[in-house]
């Protein structure tokens, strides 16, 4: 067993951008941070035979990146027809608008202030351009507008920031509830138990071979994670910043502010079912 199959999820090794699915193609954004990882993953989603193409999450405003998203579009003979939006986070969505400039194509989103020409996104949508099958998963929780697309010709799910190719997400609080983003992974998990689901193509990090084992560890981290903050209040924490270097003294220090949102969620969460 190679060292990334025993990690969650069994994370791809190897480069990044490039094909990821018969499917699906990653480009690279190049805004690598300790919050996005290697960077933001813009995903180019088309059928093999169309010259149509769906584009998730075109990232930064970031000149170069954009034009690389439609330049691989256009080298796969493909022509940019729609982009989607996993959410509204910058390094998500900040490009939209100006990805729609050079590609002609709308902009759908759940939230209505990031659509573009398109109408929005809800429940049970089905996105059929080219012939393509995306199927619209509501997953609020990372924040309230999340979505993932699911690609059944694939087997896989685009995940955005709900789940990722490396390590957790936070829960954004007041925006992102923790309760919400529990039933987001449960979700999630009947993809892979009913329909099939292995792969998940997240916006951040390598592609993950094993979605169940991802979201099953997803889970437990969640549930470890809320014990572990409900025994630091028991314990004298009174703030969210005391929780914070109680329980994620672990984690690197220029992390703990996103670390504190999760911690709000978490203190809400064990409010709300009188847990504390």
Not at 197 to 220: I, K, R, S, W
Request: hydrophobic content about 40%; some cysteine.
């Amino acid at each position: 067993m190679t060292e990334a199959a025993a990690l969650p999820g069994q994370p791809r090794g190897g480069v990044l951008s490039g094909p990821a699915t018969a499917r699906a193609v990653n480009v690279l954004a190049p805004n690598p941070s300790a919050m996005t990882l290697d960077g933001t993953n813009t995903w180019v989603v088309a059928e093999p035979d169309s010259d149509l193409a769906v584009v998730i999450d075109p990232g930064p405003l970031h000149e170069g990146h954009l034009a690389e998203v439609v330049a691989t579009a256009e080298r796969a003979g493909k022509r940019v027809a729609l982009t989607l939006l996993t959410h509204g986070h910058p390094d998500h969505a900040e490009g939209a608008a100006r990805f729609a400039e050079l590609t002609g194509s709308e902009v759908r989103a759940l939230d209505p202030e990031l659509r573009l020409g398109g109408e929005g996104l809800a429940a049970g949508d089905v996105i059929t351009t080219g012939g393509l099958e995306l199927r619209v998963v509501p997953t609020p929780g990372h924040t309230a507008d999340s979505l993932c697309f699911h690609l059944p010709a694939d087997r896989a799910v685009l995940t955005g920031d709900t789940i990722l190719g490396r390590g957790t997400t936070m829960v954004a609080h007041p925006d992102g509830r923790l309760g919400d983003y529990l039933d987001s992974l449960r979700r999630l998990r009947s993809l892979t138990v009913d329909d099939g689901v292995h792969t998940v193509l997240p916006g951040h990090g390598p592609v993950l071979e094993d979605a169940q084992g991802a979201v099953e560890f997803y889970l437990a981290h969640r549930a470890s994670r809320l014990a572990q903050v409900e025994t630091a209040v028991e314990n004298g924490c009174t703030t969210a910043s005391d929780v914070v270097a109680h329980v994620y003294a672990d984690v690197d220090r220029s992390l703990w502010p996103a670390a504190e949102l999760s911690v709000h969620a978490q203190l809400e969460y064990l409010k709300e079912h009188g847990l504390i």
